[in-house]
């Protein structure tokens, strides 16, 4: 079991930008993610790593957001760009049992997850 933490979140102005970070306790899986979920919807995928550098992104964070591991440090990164108040959330690292291309986005193929960290995004 990977233990994750997050950091970094806190409260922006529309426009800015805002990096997470994600601490893992061991480089010991194929795949890491970010997910956020907002007051009264459902949890949803925004970004995710695996192990050979492979990227994915919805569609949301496209052009806006950027994930990246240091190694390392064992800490995963969302850089966050041209934040927009529909990103207020919080936001969860996420550890997949299987590879990014088998994970996708279905959170029971995600077994360990951080406690989340909050992003306000003020307009």
């Known amino acids: 079991m990977v233990q994750l933490a997050e950091s970094g979140g806190g409260v922006v102005q529309s426009g800015g930008s805002l990096t997470l970070s994600c601490k893992e306790s061991?480089?010991?899986?194929?795949?890491l993610a970010w997910f956020r979920q907002a007051p009264g919807k459902e949890r949803e995928g925004v970004a995710r790593?695996?192990?050979?550098?492979?990227?994915w992104f919805a569609d949301s964070a496209k052009g806006r957001f950027t994930i990246a591991q240091d190694k390392g440090k064992n800490t995963l990164h969302l850089q966050m760009t041209t934040l927009k108040s529909e990103d207020t959330a919080t936001y969860y690292c996420?550890?997949?049992?299987?590879?990014?291309?088998?994970?996708?986005?279905?959170?029971?193929?995600?077994?360990?997850w951080g406690q989340g960290t909050q992003v306000t995004v003020s307009s």
């Open positions: 996420a550890a997949a049992k299987a590879g990014c291309g088998r994970a996708g986005w279905t959170l029971r193929n995600y077994i360990d």
């Open positions: 790593l695996d192990i050979m550098g492979g990227t």
């Open positions: 061991e480089d010991a899986t194929d795949c």
